[in-house]
């Protein structure tokens, strides 16, 4: 009997389901619609800068940044980046056609590190294809 798995609401944390790592190969990859929290750390394995940069004072970094529009935000307090999305809430890194990230190897440690962290823990908000 193959038991069907309600699609969750990325904002209803009530709707999110247990975790188990066969829902990613069915997944339309809603996580991805959630903010995307970075340091600097990871903009340098993206490629978006090098760790020459590192020098270079984070608020001035993160301007430029906005400008080319990889981040959307920037909290100066705790120097965490927040990638820009699309209108719909999608990364900027995710296919719009296949729901995959494009920088899957070089993805920041929120995405390699998610559900085990995030706004439920061991919950993901799967949605099937």
């Given amino acids: 009997m193959n038991k069907t798995i309600p699609a969750a609401n990325v904002d209803n ?3 999110w389901v247990k975790y188990k790592s066969s829902h990613c190969d069915s997944c339309r990859g809603t996580c991805c ?6 340091r600097f750390s990871d903009l340098v394995r993206m490629g ?5 940069e590192a020098g270079e004072p ?17 909290n100066h307090k705790s120097e965490i980046y927040t990638l820009s999305r699309y ?12 729901r995959l990230c494009t ?3 070089e993805r920041p440690d929120t ?11 061991g919950f993901c908000a799967y949605q099937p294809k």
Avoid at 87 to 98: G, V
Avoid at 111 to 121: A, E, M, S
């Fill in 33 to 38: 619609s959630l903010p995307v929290e970075v």
């Fill in 111 to 121: 995405c390699r590190n998610h559900p085990k962290v995030g706004p439920k823990p």
């Fill in 87 to 98: 209108a719909n809430d999608d990364c900027i890194y995710l296919d719009q056609k296949t």
């Fill in 58 to 74: 984070a608020k001035r970094l993160a301007k430029r940044l906005m400008k080319e529009g990889v981040v959307g935000l920037f």
């Fill in 103 to 105: 920088i899957y190897l």
């Fill in 48 to 52: 978006v800068v090098d760790e020459f």
């Fill in 13 to 15: 944390l009530s709707t």
